[in-house]
């Protein structure tokens, strides 16, 4: 229904040309989204939701597995469960969307207006996180060492009222996931909080093909109430990087507030040290500005809506039955297969209009793999290939080869595995060469001078100062349009001395523009 | 966690008793739900959850096999786009959730208090349904007859500001789908409305073995702004009705408030006719009421978490590695099969703690089958079964018999059909017996006198009066605490008068209490 009028076969606007103007064109033209109208909210339309649906049956499976479970909790936060923790309260009070009144009448010009007789005796905030709502849920449900470890998930709707808006990366309301779980001391805790890490780490690379950083976040990054603050940080096209997910060690500062208490082996009561986690709808953003390319959305195939679309070639004549017939009988058996765990999803895409403008349709959208179908390749067997892993006028010539149907049936899983390898290859490749080893604040301002145009990340080795030496540090950056990403784990022992301090460097950080 | 100190093997509440007290305990005890601390919302829990989450997938999947596409659009809704259909807004006006600020700041006592600064220009509605944002956005997509039927739905939570709330029936929070499609004319939308409604029929009826009488709600209890709708009726066990689901034809009316024009083929600009339906976690308070009994919860196996739970009697003794060896065996090839085109649910139950307590906990779930297994069992090859479509203390001597687990693993998917089917034709068979047809007013004032608990619903034959005449009608059953609940489509033609204006009867109707 979004089709232009006349048939384009490329966007009008390259990566290298404008990044943020080619981000938007590809959410338009992929028909992943849209504004919405209110404020802030987009409208996430099929292509784009069908890909969150992916994303969340892999992640909910990832949760259970690790023995965690769903619930539900309100929407609504009273706003005296935030006030008891503020360092909380204080991070979020700048964004919070507040309900005031529960009805509405007419008013003096007849319109409607909120009922001053329906006022709340106190505001309600529509929740931006729901550590303080699940908290007093957990102090219900805690009472003894044997509650513990308590592990629960919710899958919804969060409002964080955002300034400067950006459809998937930044919206007044978004929606994700949002693990919280209650430990009896802080080494489960903390170990609670790596697992989730790392399962976000591996189901970027896994399910998303998008290579990413885990890692500490530097004090000064660290979401309000936390004691410490862990994330996977991507790189985009345009060399910036992406927060795509975080997990948080709480304390007990989260329990004290709620009173989330249990009596330990020896009978005393203790509070638990509590740990959340999210990802969002902020990784769909992550994936486009990953595996775009100009010719518009690449998606890995374990979370693209359709894997495989055939395309017949109509011609509104007599060969058209015959035609339909055989791509019938090619979707029935691709659709038999099974690829990454899960029934291959193939679409005949039988709709009216030319082939042709068609195919571009679905080039726009990252389908994996499209398969164009003429009478002729119905007569002999035979179907036409085009893999979308790379850029769709090169695959024209290079990939858009004749296979017979058997033997494209029999090596269309491979493929999808190859497309999905090659995604994370090529985006790998990109984002190793654009991390530079930089030595000094100097060659640090030198590396993100502004003649380069998608620098990408510098490595350095710092002190890690606290407090107000960080602070110096963070607006030495700041000038620089600069943030510190994360201290990566694992790493090998550093040598030198901080670009910042000069004091002997204790650890590695990546430095970055992001978003 | 939420084990009472003591064991206890039956509710303290029965259903002929107290009927309002018997469904929050079974709520409480089967840990589905709780008060959340939060006016009108509650906590879904997980075993609460993870039954949403069954009928989440199942009807999904019916939803896209009818060809409609899941998108997301916002919480938020402008008043203005409300105030465009007058009798919709004036139906959602008294209970509507109002945010008015997106800021909180100190206020003179030193608590947060709304930013007076960061009043909102137009107040925003937290959506009670979305027939306006998402109209608004049909208007964008659709130009021409080619567009439609444009089919959306959306997982989404809803909220009306109830004053009277009951867990899973009335909560100001909610969660649903709500579908929303587009059409060319009458008869197209009509036909989306009144598939959506065979669609709900068929799923009450099969996947939660809850019978329901799909028919069209009288004028006066139309969705507002609607032109007709329908709905599907269950009878729960104290007799009352409970609306499960609705469809509604909304005319265009929703399409001149928001603009969704199309160009026909004849180049003339039409509106288009719309329609919307919905169902809700409401389903699973229709589920308790239905299925529940005197020892707790009865779950339908095809919506069950799990479908069988394996029960080791753990001694704490060297027997127990064996027995724990015997019964993972057991689980991984119950595992392996397939029950209701899915694999089976198992769930091997290993926590420490009495097994007569585990069990209790599982009667009081209803999960479809336990299966207990001691030491001689596994040394004999046999396992004690419990099917709970029946009470349990029946099922103890009727049916909690020894089998060979050979046996038990080669008809567990017939017994896990036998449930769904016992739990379907028992609940039918208390429906129809509850059902009287009535000639006459003051019979049906007799129907319903006092001295009858569970009177069950009337059927009568009406003259279908409209406007003041149907106000009167209204207000004759309003007095009687009765509500007219729908015409049933597809019934015979009636003969007689209408029981409230003596003139010739044109159709029969169901009059009963409900939720």
Redesign the interface.
Known sequence: ??QPAQIRHALSTKRQDDFAQWYQEVISEAEMA?E???RG??????WG??I??RIQRRMDDRIKAAGV???????????SY??KEADH?EGF?????????????AGENG????DPTAKLEE????RPTSET?IG??MA????SW??LP?M?NQW??V?R?EMRTRMFLRT??F?WQEGHTAHADRDDAMEETLRALEMYRDFAETELAMPVVAGEKPENERFPGAVATYSIEAMMQDGKALQAGTSHYLGTGFAQAAGIQYQDKEGAQQYAHTTSWGTSTRMIGGLIMTHGDDDGLRVPPIVAPHQIVVLPMLRDNAEDEALLAYCAELTKSLTGLSAFGEPVRVLLDKRPGKATQKRWAWVKKGVPLVLEIGGRDAANGQVSVLRRDRLWNEAAKANFQALSKDEFVSRAVADLEAVQTALFAEAKDRRDAQIAQVDSFDALAAFFSEDKRYPGWAEVVWSRPTGAELESVVQRLKALKLTIRNTPLGGEPVSGVCVFTGAPAVERIYVARSY
Not at 93 to 105: F, G
Not at 111 to 114: K, M, R
Not at 123 to 126: A, D, N
Request: hydrophobic letters at 50%.
């Open positions: 229904m979004n849209e919405s109208g209110v909210c987009m409208v996430i339309k099929p939701y069908g969150w649906e479970q769903n619930c539900y909790f309100p929407l609504f936060i009273p706003l935030f006030a309260v009070a700048k964004e919070m969307a507040v309900v005031t009144h529960h009805r509405l009448i319109g409607l207006v909120p505001p309600l905030i529509v709502v007093a849920a219900r449900w805690v009472q044997r509650d308590l629960t919804a709707n409002v009222w007044s309301e929606l």
